[in-house]
């Protein structure tokens, strides 16, 4: 794969450096303007242009037709008002009589329908802050035994605007109580929410032409698969700014959901990973300047505003209120601060660390090799460097150091690796397969190539017991790269069911194939080409890779991967290619896993982690919260109460003193529960080859 092609499918994955801006309404310019939205000749060129491609290089060589759009449809109020909060239902009826148009409006029609549907619900956004701001007037009663239920998804659609009254009533109720958890006094709390309200309905007025468009175009692109996307000119330009790498922020990539910024992934490398503060799915609802700078609320803002509060010049400091990603509204808010930067390549490598294991009178030394990401310093490489920088030479390099330090078994960890140069993980499979396949493409013409290890003269880096550890947010090339092990049968995979994308993607600038009119340009659409298969002809995608002794995950592999997501494309197997696999790894597994199940039972660390998981879960099942203050706060005092028991239930397990405060617990005392079971794990994997040689030893030295 070509480097710009990988870079660019790693920026659409959220792998660079910066903020992944997806759709969502944004514009630049702070114009109000009461003049309808309407759509200009360049939309339906691009338009056209959009169908064309779909039709003929899609992946799936999906039909135009009035079945998708259907599927458009949905995904489009989807876009708009996805969790019901302002149209009803008669606006619901009124878009459905273009429900089986829009594939001919997107082709060769005027798009003023799609324009019209997007008025109404300008309108509906306008009315319910209007009514937010109106609420305001009086403090809410927060001793009245009452709940709101934030997650409305699957709720009918509100069929009068009284009943939206009662519905926003309720949220603006919580919005104050929220705000009074934290000792806000009303007047202060009411200054707040008519800055945040204002907000919203002044961001509508700033909508510009292009933003319908935009958002229109990607619940089209976003029905064919959750990877094909399409940026507006000006979303174009801020895609070209994260390739440069030319500014600074905290590392991570970000989304709007439901008026919150939401953390998409962390770059490795980055501020953010090298803090570890900050979680995929926490929330951002306030950003503030500084060691002493006031607190900005976002809720509500447009992506680019947050982007733009965010980052900043190098070595200065932003601090981040957050809602910590599972948490219930006003229950768990905590604030981070993190000095900005760059991603640098040297933070992303590869590190090497080694965890020691007793046993049996001894004690094993098992290598760990963090894998952050499947890198490769193109740069240094075109400009003929033989000492570029990349995640296989990095390997191989930590391979010979730990193993001059007498390691018994080796880890590859590559949880939260979201992929990167497809060259790298086909690379890095070869330092532990002789040769042979690594991955199978299949375009969408249904061509299939094979890319193998590309260096099969070289000698394998490492022959010793081997595990990889993955989890949800393992994807792309940590995929190819797990299955090509798992194939091969050359190591145990441990862990939790990866993210299952295993999809090829292509961008096309769609300034080279139409003719401007102006500068104002027609913006990119990028497209899922292909799916990759493993070695077996079964796809990586949709069901990403099984490990062979599963460990216990706070990631809720339910909300989080690629078959959650509607219009994921779907498992399928090609034919099988020729290759070598070891010896079958099924028994020796059965014991692994039946070692690893007995020690748990015993393990503080590992019940603590089940346990956990279990409150986690029990908070996320929930869909609405108490309007009752004193029932908000003993329900987060019960929350910090259970965690803080939990924590020294296992401290006191371990002989460990107590803690008064969860506040008290420093980074290093939270247990890495996982990597420390699959150290115990490959330990046992090492004892066992220790025995089985140990017959063929003894037979060499009889006479």
Do not use: C
């Amino acid at each position: 794969m070509k480097a710009l092609e990988t870079r660019r499918n790693a920026w659409f994955a959220g792998l660079l450096l910066g903020f992944l801006i997806t759709p969502v309404i944004a514009s630049t310019e702070a114009v109000v303007s009461d003049e309808p939205l309407l759509p200009e000749s360049r939309h339906e060129n691009i338009g056209e242009l959009v169908t064309q491609f779909i039709q003929k290089s899609h992946y799936m060589h999906v039909a135009v037709d009035d079945k998708l759009s259907s599927r458009v449809m949905d995904r489009y109020i989807d876009a708009l008002d996805r969790n019901r909060m302002y149209l009803l239902a008669s606006d619901i009826e009124f878009f459905n009589k273009y429900r089986y148009e829009l594939d001919d409006i997107v082709r060769n029609q005027p798009l003023n329908p799609v324009f019209d549907m997007f008025s109404i619900y300008r309108t509906r956004v306008r009315e319910r802050f209007e009514y937010a701001l109106g609420q305001l007037e009086t403090e809410p009663d927060l001793l009245v035994d009452e709940e709101y239920q934030f997650d409305r998804e699957e709720m009918p659609w509100a069929t009068t605007s009284a009943e939206l009254d009662e519905l926003w009533r309720r949220r603006v109720k919580n919005d104050y109580l929220n705000l009074a958890l934290t000792d806000k006094p009303w007047e202060e709390a009411r200054e707040v929410l008519i800055k945040r309200y204002s907000r919203y309905v002044k961001r509508m007025d700033q909508i510009k032409s292009d933003d319908v468009f935009e958002t229109f175009m990607n619940a089209f692109a976003h029905t064919l698969d959750p990877h094909s996307s399409y940026l507006s000119p000006r979303n174009s330009e801020e895609y070209r700014i994260q390739m440069s790498l030319s500014y600074f922020g905290i590392g991570a990539s970000l989304q709007t959901e439901d008026d919150y910024v939401h953390i998409v992934n962390i770059i490795p490398g980055g501020p953010a990973a090298t803090d570890g503060s900050l979680k995929p799915e926490d929330k951002i609802i306030g950003v503030a300047q500084g060691d002493d700078g006031a607190m900005v609320d976002v809720i509500g803002w447009r992506l680019d505003d947050v982007v733009d509060l965010i980052r900043g010049p190098a070595d200065t400091v932003v601090r981040l209120h957050i809602i910590p990603a599972g948490a219930l509204p006003g229950n768990s808010d905590k604030e981070i601060s993190l000095t900005r930067g760059q991603v640098r390549l040297e933070e992303q490598a590869a590190k090497s660390e080694i965890i020691t294991i007793p046993r049996d009178g001894r004690d094993w030394l098992i290598g760990v090799i963090d894998v952050p990401s499947f890198y490769r310093d193109y740069r240094a490489l075109s400009n003929g460097d033989k000492n570029y920088t990349s995640t296989t030479k990095d390997v191989k390099r930590l391979i010979a150091e730990l193993e001059e330090q007498g390691i018994d078994g080796l880890i590859i960890d590559l949880r939260d690796n979201g992929g990167g140069h497809l060259t790298e993980a086909t690379a890095l499979s070869g330092l532990f397969i002789d040769n042979g396949p690594v991955v199978q493409l299949r375009n969408s013409n249904g061509r299939i190539s094979r890319l193998d290890d590309p260096d099969p003269v070289a000698r394998v880096a490492y022959n010793g017991p081997l595990a990889v550890l993955v989890n949800r947010f393992s994807a792309s090339a940590s995929e190819i790269f797990a299955a090509a092990i798992q194939d091969y049968a050359r190591g145990v995979i441990i862990g939790q069911e990866t993210f299952g994308k295993g999809t090829v993607q292509n961008l096309y600038s769609l300034d080279q194939y139409l003719q401007p009119e102006d500068d104002k340009g027609f913006g990119q659409l990028t497209l899922t080409i292909g799916k990759y298969y493993r070695v077996t002809g079964e796809s990586t995608q949709h069901r990403g890779v099984n490990p062979d002794i599963n460990l216990p995950s706070p990631i809720n592999s339910e909300e989080i991967g690629e078959s959650v997501r509607d219009s994921a494309l779907p498992w399928d197997t090609i034919q099988t290619t020729r290759f070598r696999a070891g010896d079958p790894l099924d028994s020796t597994i059965q014991s692994l896993t039946a070692n690893h199940s007995e020690r748990a039972k015993d393990d503080p660390n590992f019940q603590y982690l089940m346990q956990y998981i279990e409150k986690d879960r029990e908070s996320r099942q929930r869909n609405a919260v108490s309007l009752n203050i004193e029932a908000r706060r003993n329900q987060r005092e019960a929350d910090l109460d259970r965690a803080l028991e939990l924590e020294n239930a296992r401290r006191l397990a371990l002989s460990l003193e107590p803690i008064e405060s969860l506040e008290d617990l420093d980074d290093e005392d939270r247990p890495d529960v996982q990597l420390d079971q699959a150290a115990s794990i490959v330990t046992d994997l090492a004892l066992m080859r220790e025995i089985k040689a140990v017959p063929a030893q003894a037979a060499q030295m009889q006479p």
